[in-house]
């Protein structure tokens, strides 16, 4: 059974950090890609970050990058969003959500591209 937990989320203060982690079970992350999105109340939820398993190869959204950073660690079958900086705007439910490599052209950051989504954690920037 294919499973995506979430943790790490939590209160910081603007300018802090904070890493979410996204635990998969029942698949190897080796042939996917996941991605992580963020929905805040009342806004359509939209697309932080994504890795492709596959190639390593990253995305950010135009909003992160500098400050967010995506990994993984094989070993854990674990992928990791390091976010730096935060911002009171970053305040959102965090997902992540993952979907099978077939080496077609994806849209990385749009959500309809992806099978399987944690339950998410919250995250607060607010001093």
């Known amino acids: 059974q294919v499973q995506l937990v979430e943790s790490g989320g939590g209160l910081v203060r603007p300018g802090g950090s904070l890493r979410l982690s996204c635990a998969a079970s029942?698949?190897?992350?080796?042939?996917?890609?996941i991605g992580w999105f963020r929905q805040a109340p009342g806004k359509e939820r939209e697309g932080v970050s994504t890795i492709n398993c596959v190639d390593n190869r990253t995305y950010y959204a135009d909003s992160v990058k500098g400050r967010f950073t995506i990994s993984r660690l094989n070993a854990e079958n674990t992928v990791y969003l390091q976010m730096n900086n935060l911002e009171p705007e970053d305040t959102a439910v965090y997902y992540c959500?993952?979907?099978?490599?077939?080496?077609?052209?994806?849209?990385?950051?749009?959500?309809?591209?992806?099978?399987?989504w944690g339950q998410g954690t919250q995250v607060t920037v607010s001093s």
């Open positions: 959500a993952a979907r099978y490599y077939t080496g077609r052209y994806y849209r990385w950051l749009a959500a309809y591209e992806y099978d399987y």
């Open positions: 029942g698949f190897r992350v080796d042939y996917y890609a």
